[in-house]
């Protein structure tokens, strides 16, 4: 079903959203792309043009030249600072706050939007940008990326407070396992839930893609939220053809008062 902006919310997806009283929201980079985050591939403009993101998303690249790499990620940053969460990030803040509901986030975003729209996260499946620990001991570090207006090619990063190594951003990369205790708690999240909406994400980038499956399975219920095709879509139940801009604000004013 396609949505344009004047038309109510489907029959069947307030059927399922109202009744649900254990939600979980899991989204991905279509959320941050109303905000006009760059996708992971779209921040590649300029300087950084002639450097492949997937070569530099990586522990070897680390090693090789930490400085270009932590450059690349306060680029990444600075971009993300510059953009404000949109109406999807608020309805799912307004949502998770309502009575009688009890509302999960699970992003597969490195960005913080959720969490200054207001949201609790439950999980960051992929890390997150910000929160910056030690390359080496992996402790969690208080230090910030530099205020960059323009890409920089080589910045040298901070140094970890416990053992004098370089503190790498809190992402996840090629190559590495996904952070084991937030990618159960996802997993638990969505199969202990009534309801899981899926908002935004492809669901080709594993092992975060299993999840609606592994909902799925258990008798969930899925909603995808996309206004494309996705590799989710023959996983839910309904498919909502809009954006999460678009659609959650919609969902949250069309909740019952509980």
């Not at 949505?3 to 989204?27: I, K, N, S």
């Not at 205790?181 to 199969?191: L, N």
């Not at 678009?246 to 969902?251: E, N």
């Amino acid at each position: 079903m396609t949505q344009t902006p004047d038309e109510p919310v489907p029959g069947r997806v307030l059927e399922l959203v109202r009744r649900a009283q254990r939600v979980c929201v899991l989204t991905g980079a279509g959320m941050s792309a109303e905000s006009g985050v760059p996708t992971f591939r779209d921040v590649q403009v300029g300087l950084w043009e002639r450097f492949d993101p997937a070569e530099l998303a990586t522990p070897r690249a680390w090693e090789e030249d930490p400085a270009l790499v932590w450059s690349w990620y306060a680029w990444r940053a600075a971009l993300v600072r510059g953009a404000e969460p949109n109406a999807g990030h608020a309805a799912v803040a307004e949502w998770q706050r309502r009575p009688g509901v009890e509302l999960s986030v699970v992003t597969q975003n490195v960005d913080d939007l959720h969490e200054r729209a207001g949201a609790q996260v439950l999980a960051h499946v992929h890390g997150s940008l910000f929160a910056l620990r030690c390359g080496v001991c992996g402790s969690p570090s208080a230090a910030a990326y530099p205020e960059v207006a323009e890409p920089v090619d080589h910045l040298e990063p901070p140094t970890c407070e416990v053992c004098g190594a370089a503190v790498r951003p809190g992402v996840v990369w090629f190559g590495e396992a996904l952070p084991e205790e937030e990618f159960f708690a996802a997993v638990q999240a969505a199969q202990d839930a009534d309801l899981l909406v899926v908002v935004g994400t492809s669901g080709l980038v594993h092992p975060a893609a299993t999840v609606p499956h592994l909902a799925g399975a258990r008798g969930v219920p899925v909603l995808e939220i996309n206004p494309q095709e996705t590799a989710v879509s023959e996983a839910a139940d309904v498919v909502w053809r809009t954006t999460a801009a678009q659609a959650l604000p919609r969902i949250v004013a069309a909740l019952p008062d509980r």
